[in-house]
């Protein structure tokens, strides 16, 4: 399997050899951010990929200011560069994104293993369209968004899930909660409807769905999130739901604790066979209370 380069990946491999070349040299941000005429905060967000640097100058100004002279070092990072400015296939939803959501779009792209927890809802690569807008709409007025914010949120969930039909997708584990599995999202027929896509998406080689019963006395992370590893040496990242967007973190402590988490979840859950069998007597209690 090829590892996946991305714009995205790229911006953060950058930044990650970036940060790396200014500790070696013992510089802080500050000093760093003075040798290009531009500000700590926009270094930092290059540095965790969050932004590219706009031009190549400032690339070779940083590099002469960190003492990189090797040719063969330079010319690597400065084809990062350019790969890193091309545009991701998100930009056009870009606009109805938190800043946060943005450079996890561009990591799960490049993801060779996605692993999720939901307590709440259906997780967003297992969501049919009618399932994410009945969501979409229920806030609308509350959130006061446009039918277009609604659309186009909608659009860019059902892009995203084409990763689970590429020729070399990513390895996909979910843990879902019975409540969410139960929380009534649009109508009964919408909600039978997503017990089918996620019976369907379960049937995948490459994904694998367990189900946390409600009366199971065990482990359960108040927090959902989705962790993404790379094939590349890339670190691993988190992101949780941060209330006013999503958080996306790389430090070592905070993955660890999260793998832990899914893990300790993972134990207690439903055995992946027993999945298809839960969300049939889901959608037959559905049918006898409608």
């Known amino acids: 399997m090829a590892a996946r380069r991305g714009p995205t ?3 953060r491999e950058l930044g990650k050899e970036l940060r790396r070349l200014r500790e070696r040299k013992g510089y802080g941000t ?4 003075a040798a290009i005429e531009s500000s700590e905060a926009k270094l930092n967000r290059v540095e965790t990929g969050h932004n590219q640097l706009p031009r190549v100058r400032d690339l070779e100004d940083l590099l002469d200011f ?10 690597h990072l400065l084809a990062l560069h350019r790969e890193s400015l091309s545009h991701d296939w998100y930009r056009p939803y870009q606009n109805f994104l938190p800043s946060g959501a943005v ?3 561009g990591l799960e792209t490049d993801a060779a293993a996605i692993k999720a927890w939901n307590s709440q809802l259906i ?4 969501q049919t369209e009618n399932y994410a807008r009945s969501i979409f709409m229920t ?3 509350v959130d006061e968004r446009t039918t277009e914010f609604v659309e186009e949120n909608v659009a860019l969930r059902m892009k995203r899930k084409e990763i689970l039909h590429q020729d ?7 843990i879902l909660d019975e409540a969410a599995l139960r929380r009534m999202i649009g109508s009964p027929e919408i909600m039978r409807e997503q017990y089918k896509e996620i019976e369907r998406v379960a049937a995948l080689d490459h994904v694998t769905i367990q189900i946390l019963p409600q009366n199971l006395v065990t482990y359960r992370s108040w927090a959902n999130f989705v962790m993404l590893t790379f094939d590349a040496k890339l670190d691993s990242v988190v992101m949780l739901d941060g209330g006013l967007g999503p958080i996306v973190t790389d430090k070592p402590r905070e993955v660890a604790a999260y793998e832990r988490r899914f893990d300790a979840m993972r134990e207690g859950a439903l055995a992946p066979v027993k999945t298809p069998e839960f969300l049939n007597r889901l959608a037959g209690e559905i049918d006898a209370d409608h």
């Open 139 to 141: 806030s609308k007025a």
């Open 103 to 105: 450079l996890y779009m």
């Open 123 to 126: 997780f967003a690569l297992l």
């Open 30 to 33: 500050k000093e760093a951010a």
């Open 168 to 174: 070399d997708p990513p390895e996909l584990r979910v």
């Open 9 to 11: 990946f790229r911006r």
């Open 66 to 75: 960190y003492g990189v002279t090797d040719i063969d070092d330079r010319d």
